[in-house]
Structure formats: C-alpha cells, structure tokens
C-alpha cells in the first residue's frame, strides 16, 4: 500500500512538473513581454529596458526557467510583475474569494442535479421525464457566458433584485458584520446560480442512469415484494448505492474551488483565481501564470486523489 502511494505521488508531482513546464516554454516562445505592453508613448524605451533588466526578461529562457524552478520548489513563486506584489499574496486573496463561490455553486449544483435525478427516475420514460432530460441537456449544453448573460438580463436589469458584478458593495465597509454577510450572498447569487445550472445536468443524467440500474437490482425488487413503498426504495434502498458514480464527478469538480469559472469570474468582476488568471495571461504576467497553472494542476491531481479515496471509503469491493 506505501510502494502503491508512493508510485501515485512520484506520478502527481511529474504531472505537476510537465504541465508547468510546457506552460513555461509556451509563455517564452509566444512574441513579446510585458514590457512590450506599455505602449504608452510618455514611457521612454530606456525605461522599459530597465524593467527588462529588473526582472530578469533578457536571461535566456534556460536561465530563467531554472531561477523559477528552484524557488517552485520552496514554494517560492516569484514577484508578481503586473500587481508588483508577491504572487503567493496574490494567490491568497483570490483562492478564498474562488472556494466560496465555487463551494457555494457546487452544493448548488448536487442538491438541484439530485432533486432532478431522483424525479426523473421516480416516473422514468413518462412525458415529464422527457421534458426534464430536454431542459437539463440544454441547460448543460448552453455556454456558460449565454447563462451569466441571461441571468443578469432577467434578475440584475430587467427584474433587479440581485447586484450585478462584484463581492461586494461600495458601502460594505461600513455596514454590520450580518449586514456584510448579507450583501455578499446577494452579491454570490447569479455567479452561483451560473455554475448550478451549467452542471446540474450531468448529475441529473449520472444520477438517473445509475438509479434506473439500482431498480433492478435483486435486493430492491426484494424490498418491492415485502411492501416497501417506490419512493422508499428509491431513497432510502437505491440511492446510497447509485451514488457511487457521482464521486467521480465530484471529485472532478473540485479544482473548480480552486481554479474557479474564468467566464463567469470576469463577467460577474469576482475577485478570484479567475480573474486573476485572465489579468495575468493579458498583460503575459509570467511568475502568476505559472503559479496559477501549477495551482490548477495541483488541484486536478488532488481531485483525482480524492475521488479514489472516497470510492475505497464508499465501496469495499475497489480495496480488493
């Protein structure tokens, strides 16, 4: 079990290295830097040369990636060119801002994917099951920027009962602290709402498809035959059980708290990894692109981890 764990975090961090390293080249090769990016004609080249200097933009590339390689590995990611800031400080006012929204849509998502599943799996193959699987194909389908456009047309302008960008509003300092918790919840309502209905379809299909197989099965048709009620075997007797497939899912959804939606964090102006990550890629803001990639990875990986961990918990079968 020791050589097996071992093997998966030798295999983790390669990952890590390989994403991060072809994410390095991608970056040196593309033309221009961000001194390229004042084209303002006020700033004389002399200046620009200097800022080159000043973080090291005429190194060769070897030479730079081994400099950010050496401090990655001490957790040490560089200086922020564009915020002239830390990245880890960076880093660390986005991911909370970015677990907050991510976490809140996600419980979002499970509890409306598991209400529709459980629905359509109670009458399947009748008009309304169709009607359901049709809406939440659509929903899933749709892009997510047509979503947080719509969502903002109907309840931020037309109907306006949620703020339409940011965290928070301008007054917030000032008021109470439930006052505060309050404005930031009418603030997460549309970017959240955005994330659940984009992802409540896959677990709705994941969730009806497994409870379709359940209903099959011997020991529900035996909890049937002793009288049990259908919607009793369907929760209480099927469920636990079809759950198992959704781990997957769940645990892929989980490098959104850390990554975040960078559609829905620009057109919403939340402050997260998502933001961050567009900032940085505009003004080609190399140290935070690498240390959001490495970041994004690292949370897939984890991701991953989490989802096998979670099947060996819920099923004994897989640890044989």
Known sequence: MKAHLFRRFLASALVIWL?????????????????????????????????REQFGLQDPWWERYLRWLSRAATGDFGYSLLFRRPVGAVLGEALPNTALLAGVGLALELVMGLAIGLIQAYRPHSGFDRLLSALTLTAYALPTFAVASGLLVLFAYTFPLFPPSHMASPEAAHLPYWARVGDTLRHLVLPALTIAITGCGAVARYLRGSLLDEQRRGYVLFALARGCSTRRALVVHALPNALLPLLTVIGLSLPFLVSGSLVIEVIFSWPGMGQVFYSAVTARDVPLIQACTVVITAAVVAGNWLADLAYNVADPRVRV
């Open 19 to 51: 994403v991060a390293t072809a994410t390095f080249f991608l970056i040196s090769m593309a033309p221009g830097d961000l001194a390229s990016k004042l084209a303002d004609p006020r700033i004389a080249p002399s200046a620009r040369e200097r800022l």
